[in-house]
């Protein structure tokens, strides 16, 4: 995965503008070149290149190819460890070789790592997987050094990319390069992988439409391994040429050697040149069976002269969404044409100023052409990288009970975030747990070591009311005066509110008398800590009058339409059955009764199953039941007089 993302942010550079010379340079300087392959796979091995003794290292560049998208592997050279995903920036060709698809060059700033005291270079090149992303994984490598030393004299050299699809037959036109003095030996080589099918030469190279000859085989640094390609090994220095491993600072290219002095087939100050690779059984046929042409050296004297430039940077980082300001001095602003040359021309503010500013959303590498003269200039590059920014994987909230702070946020990230922050401040690194949070919004964003800040993420912490509001009433009805208490059962809740009929004021908890008849409402609120959080219950109570009778002990049954009726008064509802008796204990009436309270109702009107009572003494028993099915008695004699 990690591969893959390094090769996205690099990727639409070189597809999409292609820029031949890579670097291109003048210096009181030698420079030495070597490669190394296997021409797929693993193994070992080693080559030599070639440093004045009491030289500096100036700048050291080291190539490496691969087919398809490989996997993170780690390139063992004298010692140090390369891991192919930290190569700086890469030349993709557009067609793909052998069904594989990209065909890529990735290029590696090494200065640091190379002593001036070191000529033998041992390679170790890992087992790779040939999955399906991986597909062909060539295991070949180029170390380009330049070294100085203040007694040689000047020196010119470029660096050139291939930047065509592998058709078998690609043409290259070099123009805009310093004036080449044909005095002294031009040094072209080349470094290729792949070529000899059946370990015949199958390629041939023209100069300037000459031809130099026909290589393809495996070097002798590399000839354990079939088809490892020709490289050109070599050394220039002191006006200079000279040949290293199997190859000769002669006019021609033959076999696997992969240098020749071009100087007889240019014109004298000449500032362009042409040259050209054919497949010899495959040309113009992209891709397949066509060989592996990934860069190529041209190295002589000329008649500029050395001139210092200053990089602001040669690489810098920002982050996605940012700028940045690139920046270069040095050069000649007095001439008719622009002092400087910025490609491609891409995410720039301006490209023939010295200070554009790079506004891009994916990592770019442009060379910078600084003109001194008319006619010399020198090609650096200017390595962006654009930086992901930080994001977080998984945010995962935990609700908060309402009222308390419970709530809990679980941020976690891909590892390489240095710093959480919420609202503001500080709180934790990589993955962290936030608790005891109160609801509402929190505004999370992470700050990763490259200072890169993502996007403000706001999280929400819901609420969850767990309040339950419950009371028990006893009794819940009852006559007055009926006392009541209660008994509360809320759960999550730390306040309580009594509203007695609607009043908070008429206070409930925890009993209350009621003197009056009448249905009643009482409404516990509970909450937790704050009145939002709160839940209600309500119970009614019912109270009733108690039932009283007014008996009478005597009535007359005259007919004068006072006092004719044996009747009593009564409270409240009730049923029941009234039932006369004489003194020896013979019932001689009874009767069903019902009121709704609080009037007057008959007995009793003298009559019997045998006619009219006499006057005398009678005895009366009434059962009555009120409306909440509690019973009452009540016996007694009444009095008839006519």
Not at 110 to 122: A, C, G, M, Q, R
Not at 141 to 170: A, R, T, W
Not at 307 to 335: I, Y
Not at 542 to 564: A, C, E, M, R
Request: hydrophobic share 35%; net charge negative; glycine share 6%.
């Amino acid at each position: 995965m990690k591969y893959w993302l390094l090769l996205f942010f690099v990727f639409y550079f070189f597809y999409s503008s292609c820029q031949t010379i890579f670097y291109h340079d003048i210096c009181k300087c030698g420079v030495t070149g070597a490669g190394f392959s296997t021409g797929q796979g693993s193994g070992n091995g080693s080559f030599n290149i070639y440093i004045e003794p009491g030289s500096t290292i100036k700048k050291a560049w080291l190539l490496y190819a691969s087919e398809g998208y490989p996997d993170d592997i780690s390139l063992i050279v004298n010692g140090i460890s390369y891991n192919t995903s930290s190569f700086d920036y890469k030349q993709q060709f557009p067609l793909n070789y052998w069904f594989c698809t990209p065909t890529s060059v990735y290029i590696k700033d090494v200065t640091s790592d190379i002593n001036p005291v070191i000529t033998n270079y041992s390679v170790t090149i890992p087992y790779q997987n040939n999955s399906p992303n991986t597909c062909y994984v060539y295991s070949v490598m180029y170390l380009y050094v330049i070294y100085e030393k203040s007694v040689m004299p000047s020196l010119n050299y470029l660096i050139i990319l291939n930047d065509q699809e592998l058709k078998g037959n690609e043409f290259y036109n070099i123009s805009s390069i310093n004036p080449i003095n044909t005095i002294n030996p031009v040094g072209f080589s080349l470094f290729t992988d792949r070529t000899g099918a059946n370990f015949a030469p199958d390629e041939k190279v023209y100069f300037n439409s000459n031809l130099l000859g026909q290589i393809g085989g495996s070097d002798a640094v590399n000839n354990t391994w079939n088809f490892a390609g020709v490289k050109g090994h070599f050394y220039y220095q002191n006006n200079q040429l000279f040949g290293l491993d199997d190859d000769t600072p002669d006019a021609i290219m033959n076999t696997t050697d992969g240098l020749a002095d071009v100087s007889s087939y240019l014109t004298n100050n000449s500032t362009s040149c042409s040259f050209q690779l054919t497949n010899i059984s495959f040309p113009n046929q992209p891709g397949y069976n066509t060989n592996l042409n990934l860069a190529y050296f041209l190295t002589y004297t000329t008649p500029c002269d050395t001139f210092s430039v200053n990089l602001l940077t040669e690489d810098t980082t920002v982050c996605k969404g940012a700028s940045v300001q690139l920046g270069v001095s040095g050069g000649n602003t007095s001439l008719s044409k622009p002092a400087y040359e910025w490609l491609p021309q891409k995410d720039l503010s301006c490209y023939n100023c010295a200070n554009p500013v790079f506004t891009g959303d994916s990592s770019q590498v442009y060379t910078v052409r600084i003109w001194n003269t008319d006619s010399c200039s020198k090609v650096l590059p200017v390595r962006v990288k654009v930086l992901p920014l930080p994001k977080f994987t998984s945010i995962v909230t935990t609700p908060t009970n309402c009222g308390d702070n419970t709530g809990v946020i679980v941020a976690n990230n891909n590892g390489s975030i240095d710093s959480l922050f919420s609202n503001g401040v500080y709180i934790g690194i990589a993955s962290q747990t936030l608790s005891n949070l109160n609801s509402g919004n929190y505004t999370l964003y992470l700050i990763d070591t490259n200072s890169c800040k993502s996007k403000d993420t706001t999280v929400t912490i819901n609420s969850v009311n767990l309040t339950n509001a419950l009371f028990t009433l006893n009794p819940t009805t009852g006559a007055v005066p009926l006392a009541v208490s209660s008994d509360n059962q809320s759960t999550h809740a730390t306040n309580y509110m009594w509203y007695f009929q609607n009043d908070s004021s008429n206070s409930f908890s925890p009993s209350f008398e009621f003197d009056t008849s009448g249905t009643y409402t009482v409404t516990l609120v509970a909450y937790n800590n704050t009145p939002n959080c709160s839940d209600t219950f309500s119970l009614q109570i019912i109270v009733y009058d108690s039932l009283q009778l007014i008996i009478p002990n005597v009535f007359t049954p005259n007919g004068d339409n006072q006092n004719d009726v044996f009747s009593i008064q009564v409270s409240a509802p009730c049923t029941g059955t009234i039932f006369i008796t004489n003194r020896w204990g013979n019932e001689l009436f009874s009767k069903n009764i019902a009121t709704e309270g609080k009037e007057k109702i008959t007995l009793w009107d003298s009559m019997t199953a045998n006619g009219k009572a006499s006057d005398g003494v009678y005895f009366y028993l009434l059962k009555l039941q009120d409306k909440q099915g509690k019973g009452y008695s009540f016996q007694g004699f009444v009095e008839v007089f006519h």
